[in-house]
């Protein structure tokens, strides 16, 4: 275990101290976190979104049900969701996010904006940066739909702080992924293409191929829906 410096011992007990250069200790831990969970990758195309996430299964639960781990999920028609870290941080955070879109659709009749139910969740986030009594949210989160008819992708992270991407890959070795992101994306990929980036970019991670393992949803004009199990072993 890599052990902290002296003059850093102490400020990483209380999420309200500041480091004496300037860091808030227990966000970092929030964001090592992240680096640990399984890879998520998110590409906004010319008109879809697609998001693809590896599940991770746990290699000792040999009776586990692949499809009750959940990593991708719908927000509302128009919008989904991936995530990376710790899950069930993600889960409640999402779940505020469907509240949000459901809320907006009974008052006003029309599908809720994406970057307001964005901006709602990153104030949630940023809340725990700056309060004793609770920790960071160990997750980050990618939210992605169509937006003003344009596919639109956006990453959260524990900070409670946002960026626009046109693709980005979140959790363990998403360097490597998002190198591979970098090379072989076009702004003109239709869905096929995006999935299939997706896929060889996961490999780059040395993400095991197995349709067991994977979640892959793509979010268009028509919807949002899930690939089922025999359209992602076509692909890998």
């Known amino acids: 275990m890599e052990q902290m ?8 007990r ?3 101290l500041f480091s004496p250069d300037g860091r808030l200790l227990q966000v970092e831990y929030a964001k090592k976190t992240v680096s640990q969970g399984s890879a998520a ?37 128009t919008t989904g969701a ?38 709602k969740i990153s104030s949630d986030m940023q809340v725990f940066t700056q309060y004793g009594g609770a920790r960071p949210y160990g997750v980050s989160i990618l939210f992605g739909g169509i937006r003003n008819d344009i596919p639109s992708l956006f990453m959260l992270e524990p900070s409670g702080i946002f960026f626009q991407y046109k693709a980005i890959a979140i959790g363990e070795q998403s360097n490597a992924i998002n190198k591979s992101l970098e090379d072989g994306y076009k ?6 293409a995006l999935v299939k980036l997706a896929v060889k970019s996961l490999k780059a991670g040395d993400v095991k191929l ?8 793509v979010i268009d004009k028509t919807g949002f829906r899930k690939l089922g199990k025999d359209e992602i072993a076509k692909y890998l």
């Open 5 to 12: 410096p002296n003059d850093l011992m102490g400020y990483d």
């Open 14 to 16: 209380a999420i309200t």
């Open 41 to 77: 990758v998110g590409i906004a195309g010319k008109d879809s979104v697609v998001f693809a996430a590896d599940k991770r299964l746990p290699e000792i639960e040999k009776l586990i049900i692949p499809e009750s781990i959940e990593k991708v999920f719908k927000i509302n028609n």
């Open 82 to 119: 991936a995530m990376s870290g710790m899950i069930a941080d993600g889960r409640a955070l999402v779940e505020k996010a469907q509240m949000e879109a459901q809320q907006h659709q009974l008052t006003y009749s029309e599908p809720a904006d994406m970057l307001l139910m964005i901006k």
């Open 187 to 192: 702004e003109s990929m239709d869905v096929d």
């Open 210 to 217: 197995h349709p067991d393992r994977f979640e892959i949803a």
